[in-house]
């Protein structure tokens, strides 16, 4: 087990290189920030130079791979580290040197147990792409194929554990002292970082992950997942197929090349509600480094290493959120977040429907263009901490996908309005899930000897609609033994005191400004 000085010397380390980027700088001044951490910051920005702009991107990108990977988990909550350095982390870019090609090699056949020769006629030995956890090189097949073929960094497995284990450390500490904190759950959020991180490091995952989607978007006319090589895949090398296309963040080259814009930006938001509300599986990472357009127009996702999953209960929740945002009944809405406990009881439904108004009604009949997505996302903050609402891990990917889509589909057409975009495909999905009809085939397709059992009719009515309890159970956090702990087992009063206080400072600046919200 890591001791707790080496979990507090990388806390500082890391600390110090947030310093230098400008990004405890903001956090000093903050009125939460307790005097004695704001001495502590103070102390770890001497000597450096610091740009004006806090630059939370390239300082986690300084730190490693890990922090790259955490910076883009925080990127979901800008109720914790502030909505400027969420909008700052959506922009990390994934990016590093590239390994050196023997390395890679070896990585190659080791894993699949067959010399390269064997498995391609050619590889490319540059990298068409080098991120964190895994390069990609192009390749061809024995047989003459076109592919991608995915290799993981020799040693991440180990590195991307180390930082976790510290990362889950102070996190324990963060929330145990109560408060803020506690509300905001960070080691509910480290739990579900180690979760998709280590599926993202079992590239079989990611190609488990990329032919379910597929199967869920099969009937889908325009949307398309790379087929996978199963014999040239294993848990570090995911070999799939090439894909020839236009990036999507390349808006002139889009033009030129004949496509319509418009219908590009409502096509994928429309496939990413399929995804999220439909099948409850979503691709998680539509940034637009991972969306390409083809000739056609068809538009191609690829890195599948982090992908979403939503009950069906949250789907019917979700979707009549959606729904009654765009339509303006608030007072459903407030209904559905007392159903699914995402509100204590103790609060008054009235009240909350009426702050959600307070949100949602500037923002109904305006394109993107004409609305402040940080005024909106401060609102929306605001009711979370004034309702005593927790933090849902269960939605913290699907909030991040939405921001990724919307940018996408603004970026390529700044008019587009994503409620009158969004509000018919979700209507037309709540008549068909929850209208007589559906409800009637579902019953009889579950099980058709049970219509004339009146209490098994009952039971999957109520298993069908909106109940309490809606929210999935919480991931299980990482065990951790607290210093003050340790302090009843002889650890001396001084001791524990210097040491608390370095914590709290190392563990603010190590997950970039927890305190912030």
């Given amino acids: 087990m890591t001791s707790a000085r080496t979990h507090m010397f990388r806390l500082l380390k890391w600390g110090r290189t947030l310093a230098k980027h400008g990004a405890l700088r903001d956090l000093e001044k903050h009125k939460a920030t307790p005097p004695q951490v704001r001495r502590l910051f103070r102390f770890a920005r001497l000597g450096t130079i610091q740009p004006k702009t806090p630059n939370y991107s390239a300082a986690l990108q300084a730190i490693g791979p890990a922090a790259i990977k955490l910076g883009q988990t925080l990127a979901t909550r800008p109720d914790i580290i502030g909505v400027e350095a969420a909008r700052d982390l959506l922009q990390l870019q994934d990016n590093l040197p590239p390994v050196a090609f023997d390395k890679i090699r070896d990585e190659i056949e080791a894993s699949l147990g067959k010399s390269v020769e064997e498995l391609y006629s050619h590889i490319d030995p540059d990298p068409v792409g080098a991120a964190s956890i895994a390069q990609v090189h192009r390749a061809t097949t024995i047989e003459g194929k076109d592919v991608a073929v995915k290799v993981l960094r020799p040693g991440i497995i180990k590195k991307f554990n180390q930082d976790i284990e510290t990362y889950e450390w102070a996190a324990a500490h963060l929330e145990a002292m109560g408060g803020e904190a506690k509300r905001l759950r960070p080691a509910a959020v480290i739990a579900n970082f180690r979760r998709w991180t280590m599926r993202e490091l079992d590239l079989r995952r990611e190609a488990a992950s990329a032919s379910e989607l597929a199967e869920h ?137 009426t702050a959600l108004r307070a949100v949602g009604e500037p923002m109904r009949g305006k394109p993107v263009s004409e609305l402040s997505v940080g005024d909106m996302l401060d609102g929306l903050f605001a009711i979370t901490r004034d309702f005593d609402m927790e933090t849902q891990p269960h939605l913290l990917l699907l909030q991040k996908t939405m921001v990724m889509v919307e940018g996408i589909a603004t970026d390529l ?105």
């Fill in 217 to 353: 978007m099969a009937n889908v006319d325009q949307f398309e997942i790379p087929a996978i090589d199963w014999d040239r895949t294993s848990g570090r090398v995911l070999t799939l197929d090439w894909v020839d296309g236009v990036k999507i963040s390349k808006r002139d080259a889009l033009i030129a090349a004949g496509h319509d814009l418009d219908d590009v930006a409502n096509r994928l938001v429309r496939t990413f509600l399929k995804q999220a509300i439909e099948a409850g599986y979503f691709h998680a990472d539509m940034h637009q480094g991972n969306l390409f357009v083809k000739a056609d127009g068809t538009i191609v996702a690829i890195d599948f290493g982090i992908m979403g999953r939503i009950n069906k209960k949250a789907r019917f929740w979700l979707a009549e959120i959606l729904y009654g945002l765009t339509t303006g009944n608030y007072k459903r809405v407030a209904e559905i977040h007392f159903e699914a406990q995402y509100v204590p009881d103790h609060h008054s439904m009235e009240d909350f429907a």
């Fill in 413 to 517: 057409n700044p008019l587009i309005n994503m409620w009158d975009t969004s509000g018919p495909y979700v209507k037309e999905w709540i008549r068909g899930e929850l209208g007589p009809e559906a409800a009637i085939a579902d019953r009889i397709n579950d099980d058709v000897g049970t219509l004339m059992m009146l209490p098994d009719i009952v039971r999957r009515l109520d298993a069908q609609l909106p109940r309490k309890g809606g929210a999935p159970p919480a991931l299980p956090v990482a065990e951790v033994e607290l210093m003050w702990e340790k302090r009843k087992k002889g650890a001396g009063v001084g001791f524990w005191r210097y040491t608390l206080t370095a914590v709290i400072a190392a563990v603010i600046g190590a997950s970039v400004v927890w305190w912030w919200g």
